[in-house]
C-alpha cells in the first residue's frame, strides 16, 4: 500500500539535520532545500556542483527502477519511480516537515529504462491539490525544459503534496523532486500574490546568453531558488544579435528575487534593420499570466539617461510606455526589473520593445508565469474520516485515495462525491459509493466525520462487526445502504435520529434484536426501510414478532412483585405450618384428656377446671368450633 509515512520520517530527521546545526546570527538564515533521487536506494551526489539528492526508497507507492533522463537538463540520476494503474490512477509524494513558506518546486520527469515500456507518459501533475501541468505529447522529444514542471508555491500547514495523475496514456515516471525555498515577498505581482495563486513557470529565458543554466551554475544566491535559465540567442530573423559585458552589475542579486549578476551581462539588442525587438511564443489561451523583463544597460554606446528610450506592449497593448534604463535604474550597468500582469484569451503572447529615443531596444532576460488559481481544499476533518475508513475498510489501491479527495476537480477519488461549501470555502463530501468493492473490516464510528454525508451505499461488500451508532449523528443522511455485507448486533437506536432518512437498505446482514421503534414509525412517511433477510430482527410488520418487550421499570416492577410473591407465599407457608402444628398439638392433648373431652359440653366445663387446661381450650376454640 502506497503509505508516505516512511517518506515523511525520513523528510522529518532531514528536516531535523538542516535545522538542529544551525545557529542563529546576523546573516541571513539559509534556505530550506530538500532534492530527492525518485527511486534511489542510496542518497546520490550529482557533478559538477556535488549536489544531493536525498533517497527515496523508504517511500513504499509506485515502483523503483533504472531509469532514462529525457533531456541532458535532467539532473543525472539513474533511477526513477513510476506508478502503474493497477496501484491507482492518484500518486502523491506528501513530503512532511516543510517549514512554512514560499517555495519553488520542481519535478524532473524520467523514462523507464526498458525497450517495451510505452516510453512516453502523459499524465498531469497537481501541486497542493492545483493542477498545474499535463504533459504535452511529444514531451520526450524535445531537449528543453519540458522535461520538468517548475512553480512557485505558498505552503502553509507543513506539508508538501505533489501528485501524479494517471490519464490513461503509460504510467507517470518521476526522475527527481527539489523544494527549494524562496523569499516569502519573492515575484511578488501585486494583490492576489500569496496562496491563491501558484505561478507556474512556462519560460524563463537568459538573452544573449550561449548556454542554458540553473542558477547553482550562476553561482546564484541560495535564496533565488536554482532557478533555470534557458538560452535565447535571438528572436529570430538576424533582427537582433547579443551583446555582453564583462563589468560588474549593481543591484542585481537583491531580494526579493535574488537574480544572478551574470544574467544582466548579456543581453539581445536589435539592429539598424529592425528596430523593434518583438518576442512570439504559443500559449494556453484564457489564462492570465505574470511577465517579468530583466534590463540593464551594458551597451557601451549608451551613457546616460535619454538617450535609449522604449515602449514595451503586449499583444499589441501598451503596457510601459518610455522606458529608460538609464534612468530608471540609476545608472549603467544597472539591473531594472519590470513586471505586468497580462489577460491572455488568444494562443500566443507577443512581446514588443519599440524605441522612441536611441534606434535599438534591448533586453537581458524574460520570465513568463501561468498564473494559476490555487484550490481550496477538502475540510481536513472529511479528509481524516475518509483516510481512516481507506485504511479500516482495506480499500483497494485502484480507487487511488491519494492526495486531496476533491481537488484537481479533474481528479477526485472515486467513490468520494464532492461539493463545494460556500461558507467555509472548502469542499465537502455529500456522498460516499463504494459498493461492490470487495471492502472488509469494520466500519469506524469516524464515519460520522463527514457530517455533510448525504447518500451513503455500501451495499454489497463483507464490511462485519456491529453499525455504527455515530451514523445517527450526520444530520442530512437521506440514503444508508449497508445491503449484503455480514453486519451484526442490532440497529443502533439512534437511527431512529435520522429525521431525514428516505432509504435505509439494511437487507442481507446478520443484524438481530428490535428494530428501532422510531424506525419503524418513520415508515408511515412515504421512507423506503428494508429489513429483510437478517435472521434475528423483529419488530415491525414484515418480521417476526419480539419477544415480550419489558421496559427497565417493568423489570423492576416485576423482580419486586415476585418477591413480594415469595414473601406472600412463605408466611402463608408458616401460618399454615403453625396452625398445622397446633391442631396436632390440640390433638395430643385431646388424646391425653380424652376421658374429660368426649363431648363439648364436657370439654367446656373441663376448661374452667385448671388455668392451663382454661389457656389450652381458649387456644383451640377457633378450630375446634370451624
Ligand atoms: C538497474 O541497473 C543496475 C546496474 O546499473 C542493475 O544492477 C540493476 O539490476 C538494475 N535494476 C533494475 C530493476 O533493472
Ligand atoms: C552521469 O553519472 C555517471 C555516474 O553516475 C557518470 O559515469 C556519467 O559520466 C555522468 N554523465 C554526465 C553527463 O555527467
Ligand atoms: C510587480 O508589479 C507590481 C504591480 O505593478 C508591483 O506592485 C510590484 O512591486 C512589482 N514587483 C516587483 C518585485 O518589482
Ligand atoms: C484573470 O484575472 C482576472 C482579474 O484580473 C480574473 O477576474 C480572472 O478570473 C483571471 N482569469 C483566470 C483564468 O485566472
Ligand atoms: C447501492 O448500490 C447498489 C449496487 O450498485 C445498487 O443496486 C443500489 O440501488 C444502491 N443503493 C441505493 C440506495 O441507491
Ligand atoms: C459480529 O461480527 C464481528 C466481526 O465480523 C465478529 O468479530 C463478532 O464475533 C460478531 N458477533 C456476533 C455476535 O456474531
Ligand atoms: C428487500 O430486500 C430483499 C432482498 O434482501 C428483496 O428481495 C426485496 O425486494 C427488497 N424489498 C424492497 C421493498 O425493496
Not at 515502483?63 to 526513477?80: A, D, E, Q
Not at 525497450?115 to 514531451?139: A, K, M, R
Not at 432518512?501 to 428494530?515: D, T
Not at 415491525?540 to 412483585?561: D, E, F, M, N, T
Request: glycine share 8%; aromatic share 10%.
Amino acid at each position: 500500500m502506497p503509505s508516505l509515512r516512511d517518506l515523511i520520517l525520513f523528510a522529518s530527521c532531514l528536516f531535523f539535520l538542516l535545522f538542529s546545526s544551525f545557529k542563529p546570527s546576523f546573516s541571513r538564515v539559509a534556505p530550506f532545500v530538500m532534492r530527492i533521487s525518485c527511486g534511489a536506494r542510496n542518497d546520490v551526489h550529482t557533478a559538477p556542483t556535488n549536489t544531493l539528492w536525498y533517497k527515496d526508497f523508504a517511500y513504499t507507492g509506485g515502483i523503483p527502477t533504472n531509469g532514462t533522463r529525457p533531456s541532458y537538463l535532467t539532473p543525472n540520476l539513474s533511477t526513477i519511480r513510476y506508478f502503474p494503474l493497477s496501484d491507482g490512477p492518484e500518486n502523491c509524494y506528501n513530503i512532511n516537515r516543510v517549514p512554512q513558506g514560499h517555495y519553488n518546486l520542481r519535478i524532473f520527469f524520467g523514462l523507464v529504462a526498458e525497450s517495451n515500456f510505452n516510453n512516453e507518459p502523459l499524465f498531469d501533475v497537481s501541486i497542493e491539490g492545483t493542477l498545474v501541468y499535463s504533459l504535452p505529447s511529444g514531451w520526450s522529444n524535445h531537449d528543453d525544459e519540458q522535461a520538468f514542471v517548475e512553480a512557485l508555491v505558498f505552503l502553509e500547514d507543513g506539508v508538501a503534496s505533489l501528485c501524479f495523475h494517471s490519464t490513461g496514456h503509460g504510467d507517470p515516471a518521476i526522475m527527481a523532486i527539489e523544494i527549494l525555498q524562496v523569499d516569502n515577498r519573492a515575484y511578488y505581482f501585486g494583490p492576489g500574490h500569496g496562496q491563491g495563486t501558484i505561478l507556474r513557470t512556462v519560460k524563463r529565458y537568459s538573452c544573449g546568453a550561449e548556454n542554458q543554466k540553473f542558477g547553482v551554475d550562476y553561482s546564484a544566491d541560495r535564496w533565488g531558488g536554482d532557478r533555470f535559465w534557458d538560452s535565447l540567442t535571438s528572436l529570430g530573423q538576424s533582427s537582433d544579435s547579443t551583446i555582453s559585458t564583462a563589468s560588474s552589475i549593481k543591484l542585481a542579486s537583491v531580494w526579493p528575487n535574488f537574480y544572478p549578476e551574470a544574467l544582466y551581462q548579456t543581453a539581445l539588442i536589435s539592429t539598424d534593420s529592425q528596430p523593434d525587438l518583438v518576442y512570439t511564443m504559443d500559449i494556453d489561451p484564457n489564462s492570465n499570466y505574470s511577465i517579468w523583463l530583466h534590463f540593464a544597460e551594458i551597451d557601451p554606446s549608451v551613457k546616460g539617461v535619454g538617450e535609449r528610450v522604449f515602449d514595451i506592449s503586449i499583444n499589441g497593448d501598451l503596457v510601459f510606455r518610455d522606458v529608460d534604463i538609464v534612468k530608471l535604474a540609476g545608472n549603467v550597468n544597472s539591473a531594472l526589473v519590470l513586471n505586468t500582469t497580462v489577460v491572455v484569451s488568444g494562443r500566443s503572447l507577443t512581446i514588443t520593445l519599440h524605441p522612441t529615443k536611441g534606434n535599438h531596444a534591448i533586453i537581458c532576460a524574460i520570465e513568463i508565469f501561468d498564473m494559476v488559481p490555487a484550490e481550496s481544499k477538502t475540510l481536513l476533518d472529511e479528509v481524516r474520516a475518509l483516510q481512516s475508513l481507506k485504511s479500516a475498510l482495506g480499500l483497494p489501491l485502484r480507487l487511488g485515495w491519494n492526495g486531496d479527495p476533491c481537488v484537481p476537480q479533474q481528479h477526485p477519488w472515486s467513490g468520494a462525491d464532492c461539493q463545494f461549501d460556500r461558507t467555509s470555502n472548502r469542499w465537502i463530501i455529500d456522498g460516499l459509493d463504494l459498493d461492490n468493492q470487495g471492502l472488509r473490516g469494520l466500519l469506524p464510528s469516524d464515519i460520522s466525520k463527514l457530517q455533510h454525508l448525504q447518500s451513503i451505499n455500501l451495499s454489497g461488500n463483507s464490511i462485519g462487526g456491529l453499525i455504527p451508532s455515530s451514523l445517527g449523528t450526520i444530520p442530512s443522511l437521506e440514503v444508508l445502504d449497508l445491503s449484503y455485507n455480514f453486519f451484526n448486533g442490532s440497529i443502533p437506536e439512534s437511527l431512529g435520529q435520522l429525521t431525514s432518512l428516505q432509504i435505509l437498505n439494511l437487507n442481507g446482514n446478520s443484524l438481530s434484536g428490535r428494530v428501532p421503534a422510531a424506525l419503524g414509525g418513520r415508515l408511515l412517511h412515504r421512507a423506503s426501510f428494508n429489513f429483510t433477510d437478517n435472521a434475528g430482527l423483529c419488530g415491525i410488520p414484515g418480521l417476526r414478532k419480539c419477544g415480550p418487550h419489558l421496559s427497565a421499570g417493568a423489570k423492576i416492577g416485576i423482580g419486586l412483585g415476585v418477591c413480594m410473591s415469595f414473601l406472600l407465599i412463605a408466611t402463608c407457608l408458616t401460618c399454615w405450618w403453625k396452625r398445622r402444628q397446633n391442631i396436632l398439638r390440640a390433638q395430643r392433648i385431646a388424646a391425653r384428656d380424652a376421658p374429660y373431652a368426649k363431648a363439648r359440653t364436657h370439654f367446656n366445663r373441663d376448661v374452667q377446671m385448671t388455668l392451663q387446661h382454661a389457656r389450652t381450650a381458649a387456644e383451640n376454640r377457633p378450630s375446634l368450633l370451624s
